[in-house]
Each structure stands twice: as C-alpha cells, then as structure tokens.
C-alpha cells in the first residue's frame, strides 16, 4: 500500500516510477506533489489512487498513466451501463474504463464488489489486468 509514496520498479536497467495517494474522496489527505517529488520529468510514472477524481491534478503533476477506482462504474446503471451516479466529481466518461486526459492515459476499473446496497444493475464486475509495453513496440 502506497500512501502518498513512491516506488521504483527495476527490471532490465529499465524504471517505472509507481506512485500511490491516500483517499482523495474520503479523506481528502492526499499529497499528489509528495508521492510524485522524486520522480524524474523524463521517467514513466503510474499514479494509483482510489479514485479518479483527481485527474487534474495528476496530469498536471507529469504522470503517464493514472489507475483508479472507487465509481464502481456506478453500481446501478440505466440500459446500457448509463450511470445514475459515479459519487464522484468527474466526467461520465471517467467513471469507468479506459479515458485520456492532456496526454495522460487513465483507466477506472468498476471493481468487482459493491458500496452501501449489496447490488450491481446493469453494470457487471470486474478484475482488470494490464498490460505495459513500450510504445514502440
């Protein structure tokens, strides 16, 4: 766990910064410019936080990829997987999968269990596995 942290992952003489805040929504004691201070402006950086709210402030923060969660892509959805509500404040268009933001790629994973009523409508779970590869490859 990660909370307002930096990480270096080494493989190869290669590096991937991963970065890690506490909860934005909740607690609001998130400190994007501490988790990122030591990464380098040329290095490949993945913000994770809870949610992505703070999707601002990470692309303005120099982060490649921004890994996010807690909309739950809204739990109980209209036909077609329409959020009623995302309890987030952020575009309809983040409130699950994959998004870009100022060059920044993001995804918002709706997570495979539920908040406050134990159901999901329309909205089906999901354990999301990704796959890093350079891009020029």
Not at 1 to 13: C, D, K, S, T
Not at 112 to 134: D, K, M, W, Y
Request: glycine share 10%; proline share 4%; charged share 20%.
């Amino acid at each position: 766990m990660l909370m307002n942290e930096l990480e270096v992952i080494e493989r190869g003489g290669e590096r991937i910064y991963l970065a890690g805040i506490d909860d934005a929504h909740f607690f609001r004691v998130d400190n994007i410019e501490k988790a990122a201070a030591d990464v380098p402006a040329d290095a490949f950086s993945i913000l994770l936080s809870h949610t992505p709210e703070i999707y601002r402030q990470t692309a303005h923060a120099g982060f490649d990829v921004m890994l996010a969660g807690h909309t739950h892509g809204g739990q109980i959805c209209l036909p077609g997987g329409i959020p009623i509500t995302l309890d987030s404040k952020l575009p309809r268009t983040m409130g699950a999968g994959a998004w870009m933001y100022h060059g920044m790629s993001g995804y918002t994973s709706v997570g495979a269990g539920s908040s406050v009523v134990a159901v999901r409508l329309n909205c089906l779970p999901e354990i999301t596995l990704h796959h890093l590869a350079r891009r020029d490859q």
